[in-house]
């Protein structure tokens, strides 16, 4: 089984990969992850939108991941990362807020807490994102798939989440108000 | 100076208006408070709405109001209540989440707690709402003007509104993230 | 299968119950719901509480419910209300924000949404609320009975809850982040 | 006038202060921010702590400030720094929610967003928390003084707090429903 190591890492214009490398074991680093949704006219989710990504051997679904570089604001590397992984006309709206539904630790020790990435501490700021425009799976990713509330909290597409993130996901569902 | 018994009551096709008047002394009423905005492309806000209303002899600036009538839910009551205040090709952006960002309590009795309406105890769900389309006055309104968020923070604008409402619209931008 | 007609209400000293009879097909009602819960030193959610109620003929785990009253504040009512249900001596921190971590819709048509009440249109916000106190059953319950949140947040316990209350609850969990 | 570079860094235990100075400049470093209230019997925020600190030859007040360390929950790096600022009898409440109120952006260079840090690009959580014991200036401060909500908003106090400080415990107030 995967786990979280497959989030992938865009280049950093300012730390050399070795440099990275080495801060990954010193310092948390900050990432944003969004939840891609379809809503009706009436605000509501009715879809949810998955990445299926090919780690290794395995298939695996994920949400949008990405990390906040230096100088760069939170709206910025949401904008950035959705693009990134869903293409350059999904038209997402950045949410009002710049308060996340939540917060997911992502430990490099597994079993401790929630979430977990064998290659760093990363702490993701989790947003939910109305995309109305249309999405194309990116170089990491196979295709994006998407489900209904009901399909994406279930326990079947629980298994193909790795590092915890189906958690996240139910978190999402929650605080849309479609989780039952 | 004026006060909260001008948020507009919208005729019941459930309770006549006898009934109504009677049961506003007896329980507390749901409401929705809606403020619209106008963001960028980031998502962040770059203008407030507020209804330019004349009530009595005065000219007071309010926000969006409404009743929740019996067996509609409160996505139906914020759509139908922007539609009323806003005309129709307003276009909103329902939120995602059918969390409120606050709750404002109005009571009859003046200067017990932050909001106030002398007719009714009435409880309001509110919600910041981005519009994309245009927004006409209706008939409960003069005007609707668009602020930036430093003027409609400002005690300027603090001053024309009533029932505490200022004190709701400050809360909307410290949700939005441009209280300064 | 009962339904959240079992939501118990408190004798109100505004309305007779017949009028309150008529009123509840004609408005929406206003309630609270809370989910008490045990934290530990960290603050992070150890256990939930459920009451344990017999309804007719069937035994059921709710939470706390009940309307707020003319002229009383939210806060008011959430404190009266858990005091009613949890007894006097179970110590609740009122949350410091008054915002609800969630809406729930009670539709008195079954399937309507995700919330029913035969009885009425009821519309409670929901607050999750640590007691560090002794819980008592008041005449409403048999028992208090506390979960892990895993088990808080299982099907079995799903199939005791009326009403839509389980996903209300699974919410609650999601709030505090222990929902996996 | 001082800046933000005056919120105060721990000493690390995983990095060199002389590889941290180089990191700073690299990637946004993960910090917490607390708002320390009073709260009264119902949940209401009756007080607002903040630290009156000396940098340099100015004296400005500042809210609970620190990095979150590698390997360390955010619960944990809000426990450890409360405790830093606070002392170790100051009993805080931790939140339930893990998720904050709001995400201060410290940025360095001075006018870029609402938060400045001239020191580096720090992203931090801020959460309000509750403390009822009481509260010792560290050797980081010269003292602990305890405001009204009303004088915390005031143009006064925002006068004597640096890199946009001010404005978080403005969202703090509107958070807790007690800015007017």
Chains 1, 2, 3, 4 share one sequence.
Not at 105 to 120: I, L, V
Not at 130 to 149: K, R, T
Request: proline letters at 6%; charged letters at 25%; aromatic letters at 6%.
């Amino acid at each position: 089984m995967t786990d979280m190591a497959e989030m992938p890492s865009e280049p950093s214009g300012w730390l050399s990969e070795r440099e990275l490398q080495h801060v990954r074991r010193e310092l948390p680093l900050l990432y944003i992850n969004a939840v891609p949704v379809r809503v009706d006219a009436a605000g509501e989710v009715s879809e949810v939108g998955l990445l299926l990504r090919a780690d290794d051997d395995a298939i695996s679904r994920a949400l949008v991941a990405g990390r906040v570089l230096f100088h760069e604001t939170v709206r910025d590397a949401l904008i950035r990362n959705l693009e990134k992984d869903l293409g350059s006309v999904a038209m997402p709206r950045i949410p009002i807020s710049p308060t996340p539904f939540a917060v997911a630790e992502y430990f490099p020790t597994e079993g401790y807490g929630a979430f977990h990435d064998s290659r760093q501490h990363a702490v993701a700021l989790a947003f939910v994102v109305a995309v109305d425009g249309s999405c194309e799976p990116s170089q990491n990713a196979l295709d994006i798939v998407w489900l209904s509330p009901e399909e994406a909290a279930s326990d079947d597409v629980a298994r193909d989440m790795t590092g915890g993130q189906h958690s996240l996901l139910r978190r999402a569902l929650a605080h849309c108000g479609v989780l039952r």
